[in-house]
């Protein structure tokens, strides 16, 4: 290769990186478009955890009403989401933060992140979901953990499905349930303080003790315990009829399955003292520039068209009155007459303690 | 000195240096800061009291010996294959090469569910040898226990050692070997004292990078390890997300990162005293072609059993997206394509793919130019500041994840929500991966060709082009496929960073998980077997790379 050549095939080296960057340079956002020419689109960040989710439509009628564009960001889980927010207080992530949820309310609170607004639309919302008297955080869905079983599976055995917590540790249920740990799951956390408040303070460790006697498996998350254990969940492989998940887990077995079955596999279980209700709140992150929209942006989300999206989206129930469920909802997963509600303050203050003492047990 | 080569050279220099204190250093700094001091004042009351009490002890000392325990393990199963990639030549081998490197690229809850599938009490094999043996328990319990930890870490990092060794060992110049024999050494005698001595500076290479990453190991320990283990990063995870108590957080990222450095300055010292130059070949040599049958079947069974065993969990994954439910079905492929929820975060799987592949060409080519720059600087000869820096550019794989993704948020002002971070943070952990299979390459190159080469009038970029690349193409490419998969693969910081309107194929699948539903788990199961095919695809196409000028 002479001089020339050598040359020549440097520079079509060096073009091809340069191409290679300005391509991905085009994924990048262009820069948020400041205030100034009129008709330009205000952006709105709104901040969430990984299971957020909205149909397209409704995203598309906040953003025409409003002459506005929707920036979605996802935080990860819950917990890790909430204290992102928490540590760039000085410079917030968005405007408006959803997913704070009741086990949270309190370390939200006390971290001083969000501003009242006290929305028309509350008076829509049940009085008791409205946890915060300032509105600082504001309700928006409601969901349940509970007990899902394998219907075909109990009923082949001629075994009854369990009717009290009592009946998990009788040996007639040996080996039968999967639980997600409290540590690392959400809802492994809700149905371990479900039997805390159930059992008391007293109690509860004896009744863990009964259940890791009588062959309760504990898992990682809730994706391990469904897909890989349960029996419905896995296709059949997995050797456990009964896990710990959420009432609106059966309707979605039926409308996502493969095989156009019309009733779901699966039946929740919702025993007395073995469901917690889980409420979902939405608040203006304090230091917003986007006040005026930003507060029309949560009387969206607490409001009929957002509402009717999130059974389908969220797997949860809406909060507003006037919200309609779909019938799935309405027949395999009507919301349960009771369930277990523990304040904020108490968990945070007991959270530590009550994991370390269950790890203990359940090491045994 | 040329101001052209002084102004390239000070490029070379700076360039790496500045990358690591803008998106390593400073962040880390802020969040440890933040996490210590609060209010400015430092408040150590809560570290004082985890480090009396013995439970982080525990931590780091059980963090410690399974790492040793599973390099040990990994480098068992992958010093035979390595060898073997090296030595032999036969049909497909590319094609096994990287069958065996795309464990590497699979996210945890996936290799989770392989593992369950297979080896779990009533998976596969369990319920087979019930049914043969007419057990009544299944005879495998390996679920939450140490074993089953040690087996996922070596599975996910064979292939480092099948990659570095292996690639170092091809470019070997067997007339070292040929003069072993003339001098009376044959086979293991003429490895242990010829190849093995001459392997040394790659061999520890890659057990420094599996011991890290099984030093760090995160959702292997949560998934499979169920409650009775943790190593200091999840334990940083607890205390970060969990509880929320900072301070000790930062004071275990501490204690992970000096250990780390105090590792990594120790190999580093080792490794560059070790290595001289070799005459490393610009391409594979003629490997052996041994004549006898026995030989060959003998290598032939070994590698099928060794491939076998790396690629068996994720078989029965893919063959589970065809078949779950029961019957033979593409219904699971066909719905990743439907939008049926009409959700705004919806992507079909080829933009998924697409996203997925951007980032990894981005990051490739951004830790391919930061690697190698920053392995120039540490080939030079050992001054204080290399002996420093050696180390340093290792650390960020020794990093929690989890501080430094909290570092982002609070240090990185107007990017913390830019897309360009996820590459970047790609970068961050593929670049030690870059310097440490390019450094040992470079290290042993012959300083005489390029003299020979400048008194023969070729300036210093020249030298580089016709002296240095080809020898150096081997080790480029291998960094080039660890960068590129280790992009692909990545899951915890991309879903840290990423929106949820550009989903990669992790997140996809991560998405899927999280939904009731047989056909929201076909999804997943289809999204891994397609994250497959493309890793295998993209793999194939980097070994075939050929820089401009070659000739094969």
Redesign the interface.
């Known amino acids: 290769?002479n001089?020339s050549q050598?040359k020549r095939?440097?520079v079509?080296?060096v073009a091809a990186?340069l191409v290679?960057?300005v391509?991905?340079g085009c994924?990048?956002?262009a820069a948020p478009v400041q205030d100034g020419a009129a008709a330009a689109p205000a952006t709105l960040?709104v901040a969430s955890h990984?299971?957020?989710?909205?149909?397209?439509?409704?995203?598309a009628a906040f953003e025409a009403a409003n002459n506005a564009r929707v920036?979605?960001?996802?935080?990860?889980?819950a917990?890790?989401a909430l204290?992102?927010l928490?540590?760039?207080k000085q410079?917030p992530?968005a405007d408006v933060f959803f997913g704070v949820d009741n086990t949270f309310l309190s370390?939200a609170l006390a971290a001083d992140i969000f501003a009242p607004y006290a929305s028309p639309l509350l008076a829509q919302v049940p009085a008791e979901a409205q946890l915060d008297a300032e509105n600082r955080l504001l309700p928006v869905d409601t969901g349940y953990v509970t007990l899902n079983a394998d219907r075909a599976w109990f009923a082949e055995r001629n075994l009854p499905l369990p009717a009290t917590l009592e009946d998990l540790i009788d040996p007639a249920y040996k080996d039968l349930l999967v639980v997600e740990?409290p540590?690392?799951s959400s809802p492994g956390l809700a149905f371990l303080m479900a039997t805390i408040a159930h059992f008391g303070e007293d109690d509860w460790q004896a009744y863990w003790a009964a259940l890791h006697a009588n062959g309760a498996l504990?898992?990682?998350?809730?994706?391990?315990a469904?897909?890989?254990q349960f029996t419905v969940?896995?296709?059949?492989?997995?050797?456990r009829p009964l896990v710990v998940?959420?009432t609106t887990?059966p309707p979605?077995?039926?409308?996502?399955?493969?095989?156009g079955r019309t009733e779901p596999g699966s039946v929740n279980v919702n025993l007395d003292g073995g469901v917690f209700r889980q409420i979902e709140f939405v608040g203006i992150l304090k230091g917003t520039k986007q006040q005026a929209l930003a507060e029309r942006w949560v009387d969206f989300m607490l409001d009929t068209q957002f509402q009717n999206d999130i059974p389908?989206?969220m797997?949860v129930y809406p909060l507003n009155a006037r919200a309609t469920l779909p019938p799935a909802f309405a027949e395999f997963a009507p919301q349960p007459e009771s369930a277990v509600e523990v304040a904020s303050a108490t968990i945070e203050a007991n959270?530590?303690a009550w994991?370390q003492a269950w790890?203990e047990i359940?090491?045994r | 000195m040329h101001p052209v080569t002084r102004i390239v050279r000070g490029t070379i220099v700076l360039f790496p240096l500045l990358f690591l204190a803008i998106f390593f250093v400073y962040p880390l700094a802020a969040?440890l800061r933040?996490s210590l001091a609060p209010e400015g004042v430092p408040a150590l009351q809560p570290v004082w009291e985890a480090a009396r009490s013995g439970a982080v002890w525990r931590i780091l000392w059980f963090t410690t010996w399974q790492a040793l325990a599973s390099t040990a393990l990994t480098m068992a199963l992958g010093l035979p294959l390595a060898a073997i990639f090296a030595r032999y030549t036969f049909p497909g081998k590319s094609a096994l090469r990287a069958l065996t490197t795309i464990p590497f690229v699979m996210p945890t809850?996936v290799v989770?569910?392989a593992f369950?599938?297979l080896i779990?009490?009533?998976?596969i094999i369990n319920n087979w040898l019930r049914g043969g043996l007419g057990l009544a328990e299944p005879p495998i319990q390996l679920m939450n226990t140490i074993w089953i930890i040690l087996l996922a870490h070596a599975f996910y990092n064979v292939s480092v050692v099948v990659r570095t060794v292996g690639g170092f060992w091809e470019a070997l110049n067997p007339a070292l070997g040929e003069a072993g024999q003339v001098l009376g050494a044959h086979g293991l005698r003429l490895f242990r004292t010829v190849t093995l001595p001459l392997l040394m500076p790659s061999i520890t290479a890659a057990g420094m990078l599996v011991f890290l990453f099984c030093f760090t190991s995160f959702g292997v320990i949560?998934?499979l390890g169920?409650?009775?283990f943790a190593t200091l990063e999840v334990e940083i995870y607890?205390q970060?997300?969990?509880?929320?108590n900072l301070p000790v957080a930062a004071f275990l990222s501490l204690l992970q990162m000096v250990i780390t450095f105090a590792v990594m300055a120790v190999y580093t010292r080792v490794q560059a005293r070790a290595s001289l130059p070799l005459e490393m070949r610009p391409r594979a040599h003629a490997p052996c072609h041994s004549g006898k049958l026995l030989h060959r079947i003998v290598v032939g069974a070994l590698l099928l059993v060794m491939v076998l065993l790396l690629v068996a969990p994720l078989l029965a994954l893919a063959w589970r997206s065809f078949t779950?439910?029961?019957h033979f079905?593409l219904?699971?492929y066909r719905e990743l394509a439907v939008?049926?929820?009409?959700?705004?975060?919806?992507a079909p799987p080829v933009t998924a793919i697409r996203?997925s592949l951007?980032y990894a060409?981005?990051a490739t080519?951004l830790s391919l130019l930061l690697g190698v720059s920053g392995a120039y600087v540490l080939a030079r000869p050992r001054t204080l500041a290399t002996a420093i820096l050696d180390p340093l550019f290792l650390l960020p794989l020794g990093t929690s994840a989890v501080t430094l993704g909290?570092g982002y948020?609070?240090a990185m002002?107007a990017w913390?929500?830019?897309?360009?971070l996820v590459?970047v943070a790609h970068t961050m952990i593929a670049t030690p991966f870059v310097v440490r299979t390019f450094l040992p390459a470079l290290r042993s190159l012959d300083p005489h060709l390029r003299e020979a080469a400048a008194v023969l009038g070729a300036g210093p970029?020249?030298t580089w082009?016709?002296v240095d690349m080809p020898v150096l193409r081997r080790a480029l490419l291998v960094s080039a496929a660890f960068a590129f998969t280790i992009s692909l693969g990545e899951f915890g910081a991309t879903?840290?960073i990423?929106?949820?309107?550009?989903p990669t194929m992790p997140m996809v699948i991560?998405?899927a998980?999280?939904?009731?539903?047989?056909?929201?788990?076909?999804q997943a199961l289809a999204m891994s077997t397609i994250l497959m095919v493309v890793c295998m695809v993209a793999l194939l196409l980097i070994e075939r790379f050929r820089l401009?000028?070659e000739e094969f």
């Open positions: 290769m001089q050598f095939r440097a079509a080296l990186a290679m960057l391509g991905v994924v990048a956002p960040v990984d299971s957020f989710a909205v149909s397209e439509e409704v995203v920036q979605f960001l996802a935080l990860g889980d917990g890790a204290n992102k928490i540590l760039s410079a992530l370390r740990n540590a690392t504990v898992v990682e998350g809730w994706s391990q469904y897909y890989e969940g896995s296709g059949g492989t997995g050797g998940s959420y887990s979605a077995d039926m409308l996502f399955a493969t095989d389908l989206q797997f959270r530590e994991l790890s359940m090491l | 969040i933040l809850v989770g569910a369950t599938t779990g009490p009533t998976g949560l998934i169920g409650l009775r607890r970060a997300v969990n509880l929320f779950l439910g029961g079905t219904d699971y939008n049926r929820r009409q959700s705004a975060f919806f996203n951007i060409s981005a080519l909290l948020i609070v002002g913390r929500t830019s897309l360009w590459p970029l020249r082009w016709e879903l840290l990423n929106r949820p309107d550009r991560y998405r998980l999280g939904q009731p539903g047989m056909l929201n788990y076909g401009p000028g």
